[in-house]
């Protein structure tokens, strides 16, 4: 575990990384709640969008890596690529997991109505882990590191608004709803109005288990040491 | 571009566009959301074959997938499409065909479905038969690259073999000469120096004479050995510098100038040989396929190394790649540790050099 223990020391030796890792999640705590819409308080809701951030933040420190030939001189250590990159994702993800576990409990104890905590912590851990296969695949289409920053902040204005997350499904055209459900934003929004209206556990556990299904997907793609 | 020649490309991408196909049908049909899964799952799968050659048992999972839905949503019989594809990639068209039975059970009138299928049918079997010929063509490439390079280690090998050759030759001349000499003239030579020490001491006037008589038969029979041995030695072929000079002399398609310089003695006789076949070649494609009309032969001979250089004057422009005949050539002279090269950019040069030993030919 010698890169997970690296990987997650490196991810807050930056102060502003340090800053922008734990300072947010304590900012979502305090946002007010609106009404009707969303169902939980603002700040719940752009954590989703926030999460993305995240993500690529941490995914590219994976990118850095490819680019200065790190991952090519791995390749003739005593370490497989798959370590290299589960220590890194085991790592990024407790960081995600950490902020959630913030954001949730925090808000608890702040006294937002979260209805089901335990759940929505589920539900973000399981967002967070799509967010960042999604991440992960999203830099191995690019070898600029700022250039991938760039075109991710694009992409997720694009998968905030037409995911439900900025503003509701139920406003949009039905053509346009039913391609909302594409994006794995959408599965987040639905699965907050599940902790807030819901009643099947079954129904939660089908929104975790497509989120699970884009992480699959995603870190099968971003698998690759460079796309061919 | 190279990899844009790929049939594995377009493999690839027929599964992830047969995916996408499915996630039109889904976006523009009127099925329940709870079928995006089943689009999730098989892109799950087709991102899995990308990545890693799975055995061919998982197109049960497709179909199972596929068989599932199939009740609720027709997306689940399009989704055959893809394991109709997987196998007829892999060359099991039986099999392949079954998801169509499946199809005549329960759809009364597949129409477009049926059709959907068959062209995954065609465009997996056209796969299989694209990738098959390029795995034939690679095994074939394969071979051509193995009887290649076994054909240059034999012929290094025989290069060697000639070298060592000539280098026995060599030896075994100067065994037959240093016998030549022992028995024919050293015999006389010795009987001759004897003759005259005993001489000095002869008291006998008539003795005398006679002794000086033998000596001097024995110096006459040697002067005749001598002449006749070096008459039989002396070879009837012409040999290094005589021989490059005489193909110089025979050409006769342009002028040729022909300089040399430094001890061609150092020059061994192998070298001689490839020396020889660069002229030849030179002077032969000058015939065919230049309208030079003078050429300039230069040999020069250094302490290490012996240099031939073959200037033409012609104006025509050559092809670009070596003959096999200038590569024979080029191979052979790296062979000796030597190089060998061609310019076109005013005439037809031709330059090679070879390293010389440091006993020489010697």
């Given at each position: 575990m010698t890169v997970f223990r690296f990987v997650f020391l490196r991810s807050f030796r930056n102060t502003t990384n340090l800053i922008f890792l734990t300072l947010f999640p304590l900012v979502c705590i305090f946002m007010p709640q609106g009404d009707p819409w969303p169902v939980l308080p603002y700040g719940y809701q752009l954590f989703g969008v926030f999460l993305l951030f995240v993500s690529i933040r941490l995914a590219s420190y994976i990118q850095v890596d490819r680019m200065s030939g790190v991952v090519k001189r791995l390749s003739i250590a005593p370490l497989s690529h798959a370590s290299y990159l589960s220590q890194h994702l085991l790592a990024y993800l407790l960081i995600i997991m950490l902020q959630c576990v913030i954001l949730v409990y925090g808000g608890v104890l702040y006294g937002?109505?979260?209805?089901?905590p335990f759940l929505l912590l589920i539900l973000y851990i399981s967002y967070s882990l799509a967010a960042l296969a999604i991440a992960l695949a999203w830099i191995t289409l690019f070898r600029n590191k700022e250039l991938a920053f760039f075109g991710f902040m694009s992409f997720v204005f694009l998968v905030s608004v037409l995911g439900g997350?900025?503003?509701?499904?139920?406003?949009?055209?039905e053509w346009l709803a039913r391609i909302a459900v594409l994006f794995p934003t959408y599965w987040l929004a639905e699965g907050q109005l599940w902790i807030v209206y819901g009643n099947e556990l079954g129904d939660f556990l089908f929104v975790n288990v497509v989120l699970w299904l884009y992480a699959l997907v995603f870190m099968i793609i971003g698998s690759t040491r460079k796309l061919r | 571009m190279k990899a844009a020649m790929e049939p594995q490309l377009y493999v690839h991408t027929w599964r992830f566009l047969m995916v996408g196909v499915l996630c039109h049908l889904w976006v523009f049909g009127?099925?329940?959301?709870?079928v995006w899964i089943l689009i999730l799952l098989l892109l799950a799968l087709a991102c899995l074959r990308w990545r890693f050659a799975l055995?061919?048992?998982?197109?049960v999972i497709d179909v199972c997938l596929c068989l599932v839905y199939a009740p609720y949503t027709t997306i689940g019989y399009y989704g055959l499409a893809l394991p109709v594809f997987e196998l007829a990639v892999r060359g099991r068209v039986l099999i392949a065909v079954l998801p169509f039975a499946i199809l005549f059970l329960y759809e009364a009138t597949p129409g477009l479905l049926f059709l959907f299928l068959l062209q995954a049918l065609f465009v997996g079997l056209f796969a299989w038969a694209a990738l098959g010929n390029q795995h034939s063509y690679k095994l074939e490439v394969d071979k051509q690259r193995k009887a290649r390079y076994e054909l240059e280690r034999v012929k290094l090998e025989l290069l060697e073999a000639s070298e060592s050759a000539s280098q026995q030759a060599e030896l075994m001349e100067r065994y037959r000469i240093a016998r030549q000499l022992h028995d024919h003239l050293g015999h006389d030579l010795t009987g001759a120096s004897l003759a005259l020490q005993a001489y000095v001491h002869m008291q006998e006037p008539e003795e005398a004479r006679e002794l000086l008589e033998e000596v001097q038969k024995r110096l006459e029979r040697s002067t005749v050995n001598l002449r006749e041995t070096v008459h039989n030695l002396t070879p009837v072929a012409r040999i290094g510098v005589e021989s490059l000079e005489n193909v110089a002399q025979q050409f006769q398609y342009a002028a040729i100038r022909f300089h040399r310089s430094g001890?061609?003695?150092?020059?061994?006789a192998y070298q001689w040989t490839l020396l020889e076949a660069c002229l030849k070649e030179a002077l032969t494609n000058v015939a065919r396929h230049s309208n030079a009309t003078q050429v300039r032969v230069e040999l020069q001979v250094t302490a290490s190394i012996v240099r031939l250089l073959i200037h033409d004057n012609g104006t025509m422009t050559q092809p670009s790649l070596a003959g096999s005949g200038l590569r024979s050539l080029q191979m052979r002279a790296r062979a000796m540790g030597g190089s060998f090269s061609i310019s076109r950019d005013d005439g037809y040069l031709l330059v090679c050099v070879l390293p010389l030993s440091k006993e020489g030919a010697g």
């Open positions: 937002q109505p979260l209805i089901q997350i900025i503003v509701p499904v139920s406003m949009f055209p | 009127q099925d329940l959301t709870n055995p061919l048992w998982t197109v001890d061609m003695l150092l020059v061994s």
